[in-house]
């Protein structure tokens, strides 16, 4: 563009138009066109390695006019294969509420499952609202209210909702934790699959009205008449499978057995290891956008869905059994199906949507397995040292009239604070003495890499680089142990064949894909779940949830 206008300068009020004019023709921000649906999947416990290790057996991305599962996101979307959370503890509750927060357990408040309140002196789960009944489950279910009420700050759908009231966001698991910190605080309904009455149910905190929606209450027929029919699970593909004697005996393996073929009736404490338990939430999520027609409107909506199935069957079988990937494969036609039903029942089909994929945690090989093949390994059992931490501050203190350990969550240690402060004894003082103790203790000392304090964290004491990290991004006052233990790598919790909970590689890294327009396809070496949210954000134009600290992944973007 010339600058020149018949051998003079032009005027600086008509260079600056012709140079605005030129910036809106040509910035990255107006060639963004917004979704008509944003479907985010989590699938529970679902490690990093699991989309390449089992990949041959996936549909193929695209076979004549169907589209494949989980080949064609890895192949058409921005797959980020070692996508990291950098928390301490890696679990359902903190993992669901990292992936649309965009923030980490030290903010959003959600750094366990489950934790000790030193004020009401009981122990909390993570989504517990008492003022809040569950609706749908039976009478002796519904004690336990829940809400998001324990989840600080927002999540990407609660900002979307703020700046676009139109907007719908529906959050869909058979774990309520998974749903509810997932869907947020605005969520129009969270729904999740109650065990005991074998049907989907929601809390009174999301519904206005005296029941269920119709369309949840139709869906709920349909699982009461399945109740108590056989299923069987067969292995079709193994030419040789193990006889799983490496697997911690449960209700559910009592009741489906140890071996392929699975048998056992629908309704019993094994039905969510089963394929149909993978179904389940794509069948009410393909129900909510058809009767709320999802993807439909002007508006941009939300739906978000969890995959708990995976999480139960890793626990009971571990990730080197073949009913994980059998579970995989599953997942990999369900995910398939659910992308056609959305490319033809959303007006421009997937073009006008878009998909992420991710999971809240990963997990631990069996430690059995490990120590079979000369890798440490072991079992931690935190209810015996529990017992003898109590023996200890008896013996130094004194018996305390209501105890001096109060309980034990997920390696998080509480002391009674009231009773310590009703003794006159410092605090701090004690922590240190009982970290001291467990770590000096040849029982408990094995499996431990690094114990710390409450009063480290406020002291900033702690242990060096990646632990202070995880630690500082974790840790919440008045939720978080008194004093907290960091196992050694895969040294694992005494109650399933395997679990996760720590901030080891194996725990912390999860697969991330992006599916869209804006996505720019390939594979990426970098990233971190909190970087789902103010990506999300950046694309519709909003503002970040409000802890949000993740980074906009600009450099798997379309936008230039």
Known sequence: MSLHAQGEFMPYSKL?????SAIITTSGFAKVEKAKLIVVISIDQFRADYLQKFSSSFLPATQGNKIGGFNYLMTKGAYFSHAQYGILQNMTGPGHATILTGSYPYQNGIGNNDWYDAETQNFVYCTEDQSQKTVGANPSNIHVGTSPKNLIGTTFGDELKNAFPNSRVIAISLKDRAAILMGGHRADIALWFDLESFQWVSSEYYLTSKGLPDWVLEKNLQMKKMVGLQQTWENKNAKNLSDNSNVVDSSATKDMGKTFPHKAKIGGPSSLLFPIAVDMPEEMAMKAIEVLKLGQTKATDVLAISFSNHDYVGHNFGPESEEIKETTIHEDKTIAHF?????????????????ILTADHGVSDNPKILAANKIPSGIIDQEAMLIALEKFLTNKYGKAPNKWMVGVSELNFYLNRKEIREHNLDLATIQKEAAKYLTSTSEYKKGIAQIFSADDVKNHTLPAEQFERQILRTYFEGRSGDI???????????????????????????PMIFLGKPFRAGLYASGFVVDIAPTLSFLMGIIPPTNSEGAILDFALNIN
């Open 339 to 355: 992308l056609n039903f959305l490319d033809k029942k959303t007006p421009g089909g997937l073009k006008n949507i878009w998909v």
């Open 484 to 510: 907290v233990m960091i196992p050694k790598p895969n040294y694992v919790i005494s109650y399933a064949t395997t679990t996760h909970l720590t901030g080891h590689s194996y725990d912390r890294y999860v």
């Open 16 to 20: 600056f138009i012709i140079f605005l």
